[in-house]
């Protein structure tokens, strides 16, 4: 079981604090988010935890994982409004990369499930889930040890 708690709207994307992440996306539209926490490989092997996000501020959905640290693969579902000619395309069967995510894995394996319309028909909705075909993003470590290095301090006329 994973611990939820309420986190912070911002900053924006995965943010590791040492002790656990905090998530936090931007969506005016959204009527309901998940946060997906992915393990194992593709396909068969891809595990998927959702978390639904009911933390928002300023159309900002997020939530705090306390357990949740670097190496961490997640992306997210977005549920709401389906009207591509308003450029509305809210569609939870596809996993989407998160914009202010800082690293991703994987490449992007092309299958129809990728798209939000289906071949034989494009004014059909596609509810093929995309997520064993699509790269996610990782949650990082910000630290970065420096150890014994200095900054040169070399004057500006050297």
């Not at 939820?4 to 900053?11: F, N, Q, R, S, T």
């Not at 992440?21 to 593709?42: D, H, K, P, R």
Request: proline share 11%.
């Amino acid at each position: 079981m994973v611990r939820v708690w309420p986190g912070a709207p911002y900053p924006l994307g995965a943010t590791w604090d040492g002790t656990g992440t905090n998530f936090a996306l931007f969506s005016e539209v959204a009527e309901q988010v998940e946060l997906c926490l992915l393990s194992g490989e593709e396909d068969a092997q891809l595990t998927e935890d959702r978390i639904p996000l009911t933390e928002v501020d300023g159309f900002v959905w997020h939530c705090y994982l306390p357990d949740v640290g670097p190496g961490q693969r997640y992306g997210y579902r977005v549920h709401g409004p389906y009207d591509p000619g308003r450029g509305l395309r809210c569609n939870p069967a596809k996993l989407l990369l998160d914009p202010y995510g800082k690293a991703v894995s994987g490449e992007v394996r092309w299958h129809e499930s990728l798209f939000g319309y289906r071949f034989t028909d494009p004014t059909m909705v596609n509810t093929a889930d995309s997520a064993p075909y699509m790269p996610k993003n990782v949650v990082i470590n910000p630290f970065f040890d420096w150890a014994n290095d200095r900054p040169p301090r070399t004057p500006y006329h050297e």
